[in-house]
């Protein structure tokens, strides 16, 4: 059993969760808001993708990834995956919280985008493409409903980009395939859409070929700037958990594959070498 509710002094460093490497792009524009502080980053590599699995099994996952981070210190967890956003992060804050340590935050990605879109559209009809996990849980649509419930939202899923971009195969001629005919669905069924979120951390990657077949004029939005800034506006907002978040401006990397295997990719991510250990969750 994981021992918290420890000092309301002590102070740890922010973690930042994945299924695999697309939080490492979170995570890149995170610390270049916010350098000051430390971070844990884990990536449950062995086990990615999450978009394709179902709901009590993506729980199950990043309920031991966030037990994992308590353990090391992390007062504050990020879960830098749209799946796990969609499928765990309400469950987690519900059920998980007050048992672990109810002074602990668990925070996700898609609200923070979804307070954003209604700034960005002005046909108030925008898209989402996202992996299938998150479109089956229709979050961005009930989030966003919330906020700006004028604005039509429509999703397309699209099963094979994560795949495309953790085998680096994202400027390949099969990936012109994949991302041509999502964006052509997408904007099928809505043709009055002039904004459209990535609503997957590996997507950003995928960039040049989104914009090279998404209509003209339409906004393409990846997720890290806004989820950057939300979490320094956070931060600002909760003094009390901003006291408790250290700051040495260090960054530690664990992945549940092996290290060498993390490295590699992530180097490829982050533009930068990192020398990742490996992480046993349970």
């Known amino acids: 059993m994981l021992a918290t509710h420890d000092s309301d002094t002590a102070q740890g460093p922010i973690g930042i969760f994945d299924s695999g490497f697309g939080g490492l792009t979170i995570l890149r524009e995170i610390r270049?808001?916010?350098?000051?502080?430390?971070?844990?980053y884990l990536g449950d590599n062995a086990r990615t993708p999450y978009g394709t699995r179902s709901f009590e099994l993506v729980y199950e996952f990043t309920r031991q990834a966030v037990r994992w981070l308590f353990?090391?210190?992390?007062?504050?967890?990020v879960l830098a995956c749209n799946t796990a956003s969609a499928k765990a992060l309400r469950s987690i804050q519900q059920i998980d919280l007050p048992a672990l340590d109810p002074s602990r935050r668990v925070l996700g990605v898609i609200r923070p985008t979804a307070e954003c879109i209604g700034h960005y559209t002005t046909s108030r009809h925008i898209g989402v493409l996202a992996t299938p996990g998150t479109v089956?849980?229709?979050?961005?649509?009930?989030?966003?409903?919330?906020?700006f419930p004028d604005v039509v939202v429509t999703s397309e899923a699209c099963p094979m980009w994560v795949s495309l971009v953790e085998?680096?195969?994202?400027?390949?001629?099969?990936?012109?395939?994949?991302v041509r005919k999502n964006i052509e669905r997408l904007m099928e069924r809505d043709s009055a859409i002039d904004s459209v979120i990535l609503g997957c951390t590996h997507y950003p990657f995928l960039l040049p070929k989104i914009?090279?077949?998404?209509?003209a004029g339409v906004k393409v939005l990846p997720q890290g700037d806004f989820v950057a800034h939300s979490l320094e506006n956070y931060l600002s907002r909760h003094p009390e958990m901003q006291q408790r978040v250290s700051t040495g401006g260090t960054c530690r990397f664990f992945s549940t594959d092996t290290?060498?295997?993390?490295?590699?990719g992530a180097a490829w991510f982050l533009g930068d070498r990192v020398s990742a250990e490996l992480a046993v969750l349970e």
Not at 211 to 215: A, K, S
């Open 32 to 40: 270049n808001v916010m350098p000051q502080y430390d971070y844990v």
């Open 71 to 77: 353990a090391r210190g992390c007062r504050l967890i």
């Open 136 to 147: 089956r849980s229709r979050t961005y649509e009930l989030e966003i409903a919330k906020l």
């Open 167 to 178: 085998n680096q195969e994202y400027a390949s001629e099969g990936a012109d395939y994949f």
């Open 211 to 215: 914009r090279q077949y998404m209509p």
């Open 259 to 264: 290290p060498e295997s993390f490295n590699e």
